[in-house]
């Protein structure tokens, strides 16, 4: 079973549009980590929230854990032509991968 | 090195070929991982090492895939006998011992067998 699972599975907005991504998962974390992968490319790490830590931004990205309902989300703001690839989370004590999140901005 | 390295970069196999897949981790990183992944899909983990030790393979799919780090640095997946079903994107990723900055991630080896 996958640790962690993304919502939606598909998402396309404009340039411009804030995107939002959510992650739910099953047992205790120490940490859950966002990536994005461009088609045909590895995993870039994005951002790694705690599980102390409620918030966390970077740049244009906004992460929130929620420990109490084991979810997490992922805000992009300002959404570019770029931004289009798939986006993953992950937990840093259990190794899966979900489905992920495939977004695509239209310009 | 300043990031992970896998080796080759594509590789073409007839079915029923040995491959073996290599993997050299961010210097100083004890844990290893091994995923694959097909088209569309998100990676799937095979397994991981803490330094030499390989502490899970429970996602290998069947005993024709083996991994081994014996110096706890360079890695090498192999796979035995390959079939179609094993045409997938095999990534190797590296992290400190408690993945507190992450994993890094390499290119990756897309595996075609024909």
């Given at each position: 079973s996958q640790q962690g699972e993304e919502d939606p599975q598909a998402l396309s907005i404009q340039e411009g549009e804030n995107a939002t991504m959510n992650c739910s998962y099953k047992t205790s974390i120490n940490n859950l980590q966002w990536y994005r992968q461009n088609s045909g490319r590895g995993l870039v790490h994005l951002i790694l929230i705690r599980s102390n830590e409620r918030e966390k931004h970077s740049g244009r990205l906004?992460?929130?854990?929620?420990?109490?309902?084991?979810?997490?989300?992922?805000?992009?703001?300002?959404?570019?032509?770029?931004?289009?690839?798939?986006y993953f989370c992950v937990s840093g004590q259990n190794f899966v991968f979900g489905p992920g999140t495939r977004l695509s901005v239209l310009p | 090195?300043?990031?992970?390295?896998?080796?080759?970069?594509?590789?073409?196999?007839?079915?029923?070929?040995?491959?073996?897949?290599?993997?050299?981790?961010?210097?100083?990183?004890?844990?290893?991982?091994?995923?694959?992944?097909?088209?569309?899909?998100?990676?799937?983990?095979?397994?991981?090492?803490?330094?030499?030790?390989?502490?899970?393979?429970?996602?290998?799919?069947?005993?024709?895939?083996?991994?081994?780090?014996?110096?706890?640095?360079?890695?090498?997946?192999?796979?035995?006998?390959?079939?179609?079903?094993?045409?997938?994107?095999?990534?190797?990723?590296?992290?400190?011992?408690?993945?507190s900055y992450g994993y890094t991630f390499g290119s990756g080896t897309r595996l075609t067998v024909v």
């Amino acid at each position: 079973s996958q640790q962690g699972e993304e919502d939606p599975q598909a998402l396309s907005i404009q340039e411009g549009e804030n995107a939002t991504m959510n992650c739910s998962y099953k047992t205790s974390i120490n940490n859950l980590q966002w990536y994005r992968q461009n088609s045909g490319r590895g995993l870039v790490h994005l951002i790694l929230i705690r599980s102390n830590e409620r918030e966390k931004h970077s740049g244009r990205l906004r992460v929130t854990l929620d420990t109490s309902k084991k979810s997490s989300s992922l805000l992009i703001t300002a959404s570019r032509a770029a931004d289009t690839a798939s986006y993953f989370c992950v937990s840093g004590q259990n190794f899966v991968f979900g489905p992920g999140t495939r977004l695509s901005v239209l310009p | 090195g300043a990031g992970v390295s896998q080796s080759p970069r594509y590789k073409v196999a007839k079915r029923g070929q040995d491959v073996a897949l290599r993997c050299d981790p961010i210097s100083g990183h004890v844990s290893l991982f091994w995923y694959q992944q097909a088209l569309g899909q998100g990676p799937e983990f095979l397994t991981y090492f803490q330094n030499e030790a390989q502490l899970d393979k429970s996602g290998l799919p069947s005993d024709r895939f083996f991994a081994e780090r014996p110096e706890g640095s360079v890695s090498t997946l192999k796979i035995q006998r390959t079939q179609q079903e094993d045409s997938a994107v095999y990534l190797c990723a590296s992290s400190t011992r408690d993945s507190s900055y992450g994993y890094t991630f390499g290119s990756g080896t897309r595996l075609t067998v024909v």
